[in-house]
């Protein structure tokens, strides 16, 4: 390939994205920084929306009027200070157990009810808000955006001039969901300094934003074995944050008493439900038991499982073989099989029984040839139970599945109506506020007011260490119900 003709077309794509980048800097209001924003605020509202409505749909939101118009009020009043107030500003708390909070552009914020569990103080959630509202108003996601753009309009530019490279157009979109949530360590501490800004102006106590990146710290110790913080997959460690927050919290100047008003927020979580919901599904064992749609699905052994809001699913443990359950959303099994193996690249195989569990039933072996990567071979199966259709599929690569067809059969063909009512009436764990009538250690509480969970998970809760004596008349929280049948 001539080499100045390259050299041409670069210099060409590098011009166009100088020229469109000079075009669409402007100066943050918040930072006073000059920022890269190749969309206005019209599309950053409407980029936000649509993941708001796919988000609240796929991950769901909690189902408590009073802790969600408590979040919405304090986010609200804290986003009303800020520097961007005109924003369609929205705060809700997601039905997810997992310590997280996130920000999508326009200003569309979550929290999870998993965070709101752990942290003890309305400042500490004030903490979070105020860190988030940071994000939005840094414009933090729509200068990483506006930076992959850029670097899509130089590929375009070369696709344009470069037929040759055409097929790989695709590689200037593909990372822009990854880049969605991730941001950059200067992001991140812009984003601190900025929440503890909006925080001290709403009058809070500043050393609460301490507490919340020192829980963080602990609840991550804790699970180092299992599934880490949400915020802590986007977020870096809590450890230098503790350390920069505390050195900006001291340069600020004394101002009174500042609220932190505990007991109010733990009026506002009390009741809240702790750790996974049981009645969205549970497993005991390698049974998948579903209280709520009364139905039960057995995996294999040694599988790992995974219970999503729309799926549940186990995984081999080579990771070359999957069982996974969803809803259809179709009339019939007849009709959710017609348009299973109606798909381009299906081909429907042998028919392989006609009920499960003693329910209506279609089932199939199934083939998919694909251009990239091994073609599969599997089993599709769709059952009704409780006027609801069911698809179930178990597949694998073609080439292992003779390895596998018997492991995918049993699986499938486990599903069963559940009758247990012990199975059936399992009830969630749920926070439980205890005011305390007589001095004594976390542990001395644990005896005297019983709980469903480990003492080191009332100590992250409560954020205490340690044997200290607490005080009469504290707030501790304590977590009740949830045990699960035998």
């Excluded at 939005?136 to 530019?157: D, F, N, P, W």
């Excluded at 949400?230 to 920069?244: D, L, S, Y």
């Excluded at 559940?418 to 305390?436: E, G």
Aim: charged share 20%; proline share 5%.
């Amino acid at each position: 390939m001539d080499r100045n003709r390259i050299r041409r077309h670069g210099t060409a794509a590098g011009l166009l994205a100088l020229a469109l980048a000079a075009g669409a800097c402007s100066t943050n209001p918040a930072t006073g920084q000059r920022q890269l924003a190749m969309m206005g605020q019209g599309q950053e509202i409407e980029m936000g929306r649509q993941a708001d409505q796919e988000i609240s749909a796929t991950m769901g939101l909690y189902p408590d009027d009073e802790v969600q118009a408590y979040v919405s009020r304090l986010g609200k009043a804290l986003a009303a200070k800020s520097e961007r107030p005109d924003l369609p500003w929205s705060f809700r708390v997601l039905d997810d157990p997992i310590v997280n909070a996130f920000a999508l552009p326009g200003g569309f914020i979550y929290v999870t009810r998993g965070l709101m569990t752990h942290l003890t103080s309305e400042a500490e959630l004030a903490s979070v808000l105020g860190h988030e509202i940071g994000h939005v108003t840094g414009r933090h996601t729509v200068e990483r955006l506006s930076k992959a753009q850029l670097a899509s309009i130089g590929l375009a530019v070369g696709m344009i001039l470069q037929p040759e490279l055409r097929n790989y157009g695709d590689l200037a979109q593909a990372g822009l969901g990854l880049l969605f949530l991730k941001y950059s360590r200067d992001d991140e501490r812009e984003a601190d300094s900025l929440g503890l800004r909006y925080l001290n102006s709403g009058d809070y106590d500043p050393q609460e934003m301490v507490e919340v990146f020192d829980v963080l710290r602990r609840v991550s110790a804790q699970q180092k074995q299992g599934r880490v913080p949400g915020w802590m997959a986007t977020h870096p460690t809590p450890e230098n944050r503790i350390e920069r927050i505390s050195s900006e919290v001291a340069k600020l100047p004394a101002s009174g008493d500042r609220v932190v008003a505990r007991e109010r927020y733990l009026q506002a979580v009390d009741g809240v439900v702790f750790g996974d919901n049981p009645r969205e599904g549970y497993f005991r064992g390698n049974t998948f038991i579903h209280p709520e749609l009364g139905f039960q699905l057995r995996f294999p052994d040694g599988w790992k499982p995974s219970n999503q809001k729309q799926a549940v699913g186990a995984i081999s443990p080579r990771e070359d073989a999957v069982v996974v359950l969803t809803l259809s959303g179709r009339n019939s099994p007849e009709q959710a099989a017609r348009e299973f193996f109606g798909q381009q690249g299906v081909q429907q195989g042998p028919a392989l029984r006609a009920s499960l569990g003693g329910l209506p039933a279609v089932a199939n072996v199934f083939g998919v040839a694909r251009q990239q990567g091994p073609s599969l071979q599997g089993i599709a199966a769709f059952v009704e139970l409780g006027g609801k259709v069911y698809q179930l599929l178990g597949y694998t690569t073609q080439a292992r599945w003779n390895g596998y067809d018997s492991v995918l059969s049993g699986a499938i063909g486990s599903f069963e109506r559940v009758t247990d009512r012990r199975a059936l009436d399992v009830q969630p764990k749920r926070v439980d506020v205890v005011t305390l009538p007589s001095a004594m250690t976390l542990e001395e509480f644990a005896k005297r007011y019983p709980s469903t969970v480990d003492l080191q998970t009332l100590a992250i809760i409560n954020h205490l260490e340690g044997n200290e004596r607490i005080p009469a008349g504290t707030e501790v929280k304590r977590v009740v119900g949830g045990e699960l049948p035998a």
